[in-house]
């Protein structure tokens, strides 16, 4: 179906898709994103062949998208998967997306400050007609 119809962009989660897929793939033109959870995940996707990572912290939640749902993604915030996954697949662009904040995080962050709404007309002082100006 997307040899007939391309897409401009085409993005694997839970695991790599078969090497035949992959070419197929390229010959229509799409670019090959592929979620990682590791720095082995990473390697693999880039010997695979894909155009861009999609690196996943274990903080995004519940649906991982690692390789391996039977083995838990490593515990390391999310800048740092990103940090390591760039220091040994240097030539792929990266996308940081999951775990990128955490309820700590959250609650460590400054609020911003509430925009102030704006007063109530005053009404005229007594004595003084509401037209008069100073």
């Given at each position: 179906m997307l040899r007939e119809r391309p897409v401009p962009l085409v993005?694997?989660?839970f695991g790599l898709p078969p090497a035949p897929d992959v070419t197929l793939l390229r010959r229509t033109g799409a670019l090959l994103a592929q979620t990682v959870t590791s720095v082995d995940e990473a390697r693999a996707a880039a010997s695979a062949g894909m155009d861009v990572l999609v690196v996943q912290?274990?903080?995004a939640?519940?649906?991982s998208g690692t390789f391996t749902p039977d083995r838990p993604s490593p515990e390391l915030p999310l800048a740092d998967l990103v940090g390591a996954i760039r220091s040994v697949v240097v030539d792929l662009p990266v996308v940081a997306a999951g775990g990128i904040g955490s309820p700590r995080s959250r609650a460590m962050r400054p609020r911003p400050a509430r925009r102030a709404r704006p007063a109530p007309p005053r009404p005229p002082r007594r004595g003084r007609p509401a037209s008069s100006a100073r």
């Open positions: 993005s694997f989660t912290a274990a903080a939640g519940g649906h």
